[in-house]
C-alpha cells in the first residue's frame, strides 16, 4: 500500500507542476489560468488526503500490534 500512495504522490507532484506552467499570472481568474489553479488546488487536496490515508494505516497497524 505503502508503494501505491507513493505512485498517486508522485503523478500529484507531477499534475502541480503541469498545471503551474499553465498558469498566467498577470490574468489569474481567467481561461487556462484558471483551469491550472483549480488542477492546483486539486492537486494539493490530493496529497492532502494520501498523506492522511498513510497516517490512519501508520496508527492502525500500531494498535493492531498492542
Known amino acids: 500500500m505503502k508503494i501505491f500512495t507513493n505512485i498517486l504522490i508522485f503523478i500529484a507532484l507531477a499534475l502541480i507542476i503541469f ?3 499553465l498558469l498566467d499570472f498577470g490574468n ?3 481561461g487556462e489560468s ?4 483549480i488542477g492546483v488546488a486539486a492537486s494539493f487536496c490530493a496529497i ?12 492502525q497497524e500500531k494498535t493492531k500490534n498492542h
Do not use: A, C, D
Open 28 to 30: 489569474l481568474f481567467e
Open 34 to 37: 484558471l483551469v491550472g489553479l
Open 19 to 21: 498545471n503551474v506552467t
Open 48 to 59: 492532502f488526503i494520501l498523506l492522511i490515508f498513510r497516517m490512519s494505516k501508520l496508527v
